[in-house]
């Protein structure tokens, strides 16, 4: 379970950068302004996203917090929908899907089977600098976890 919640937190950092041009590029964790209920924060996370042909292409590199490495390929529709993943993807059986709220919004939803387990909103600042993900989930054991992410365009 502590690897899906870490899969998680990766592709959800990705998710937000699935549907506008303004999410478009290279992203790198900024660990001080982060805070992680879940678990160990990564130690890096890079994201690197393509827009084209009504596709966003998205990679996911880094190390986890136990220094193991993390790699995920995935595409999604740029207007939203199910997430494709092309490398690295979840081995537990559960399907993602992003949601356009607005230009500098994002919604991700993680389901297992019929259930909710994950829930992550995406926001752009307004300079288009910052991208601040909120992960909300529920642990192992049954406690609720909140996790921020913040990522600083490059």
Not at 34 to 50: C, L, R
Not at 61 to 82: C, E, L, Q, R
Not at 91 to 102: F, L, W
Request: net charge neutral; glycine share 12%.
């Amino acid at each position: 379970m502590r690897k899906l919640l870490v899969l998680l937190s990766a592709l959800g950092l990705a998710g937000a950068l699935y549907a506008a041009g303004s999410f478009s590029g290279t992203w790198k964790l900024d660990t001080a302004k982060s805070k992680y209920e879940s678990g160990p924060a990564p130690k890096e996370t890079t994201i690197t996203v393509q827009e084209g042909n009504g596709m966003t292409d998205v990679t996911v590199t880094g190390t986890d917090g136990s220094g193991k490495p993390v790699a995920t390929h995935m595409t999604h529709p740029t207007t939203g929908g199910p997430v494709k993943f092309l490398e690295g993807g979840p081995t537990d059986g559960s399907i993602e899907s992003v949601k356009q709220i607005s230009a500098n919004t994002r919604h991700l939803i993680v389901m297992q089977g019929a259930k909710e387990v994950a829930t992550e909103r995406i926001t752009l600042s307004a300079d288009g600098t910052t991208m601040r993900i909120v992960v909300k989930g529920m642990l192992p054991d049954g406690k609720p976890f909140t996790d921020v992410e913040v990522f600083e365009k490059q």
